[in-house]
Antibody, heavy 129, light 107 residues
């Protein structure tokens, strides 16, 4: 079955750390760029971080840069998010999302599509004392 | 950062209605736009990418259009299973950003 399964969410105190994992199956994980996206309770979607297929290229949202670290293990078909110095505003459901890693030609120009075509079920992170 | 402004924030249509949701980017995103549907308690689902290309398996009543900074998602004839929240997202540049969402509520 083609799926992404997150784990590692928990209740943690402000200033604490947590490591999220995302296990991929049913597709060639090493061919896809990956992302973490979060959603605070009752709020909209917020992109958190991106990692390229080989792990060489990484981007972060300003809100987490310097505190969160994205990584991947292609041999284990796994994506990770190490979260340090957690704050109350980091409370959210965290989703791993597969980048479509798709491209197409239109009028002679090549376009890369970085839409998120597969999502996990999410894992809840609560930061509170 | 590119800001995405979605409107309206909520709608109360009836089954069979034609629904239009708009999304405006703060700069030209060259059709690098995706639309997602999220049912409460579930993960988002990709509906369209490149502004107008339908993701595999998505019903043809969903369509997208637009260019530059202005984009539209249209549901031609609303079905009961379409009552959900819809988000636009630009992937033109990082940080990737989402609109604030449009919630379709049963009238």
């Amino acid at each position: 079955e083609v799926q992404l399964v997150e784990s590692g969410g928990d209740l943690v105190q402000p200033g604490g750390s947590l490591r999220l994992s995302c296990a991929a199956s049913g597709f060639t994980f090493s061919s896809h760029e990956m992302n973490w996206v979060r959603q605070a309770p009752g709020k909209g979607l917020e992109w958190v971080s991106y990692i390229g297929a080989t792990g060489t290229t990484i981007y972060y949202a300003d809100s987490v840069r310097g505190r969160f670290t994205i990584s991947r293990d292609n041999a284990q078909n796994s994506l990770y998010l190490q979260m340090n110095r957690l704050r109350a505003e980091d409370t959210a459901v965290y989703y791993c999302a597969r980048d479509s890693s798709y491209g197409y030609f239109d009028s002679g120009t090549y376009y890369n599509v970085n839409a998120f075509d597969m999502w996990g079920q999410g894992t809840m992170v609560t930061v509170a004392s | 950062d590119i800001q995405m402004t979605q409107s309206p924030s909520s709608l109360s249509p009836s089954v069979g209605d034609r629904v239009t949701i708009t999304c405006r980017a703060s700069q030209d995103i060259s059709n690098s736009l995706a639309w997602y549907q999220q049912i409460p308690g579930k993960a988002p689902k990709l509906l369209l990418f490149a502004a107008s290309r339908l993701e595999s398996g998505v019903p043809s009543r969903f369509s997208g259009s637009g260019s530059g900074t202005d984009y539209t998602l249209t549901i031609s004839s609303l079905q009961p299973e379409d009552f959900a929240t819809y988000y636009c997202q630009q992937y033109y540049s990082t940080p990737y950003t989402f609109g604030q969402g449009t919630k379709l509520e049963i009238k």
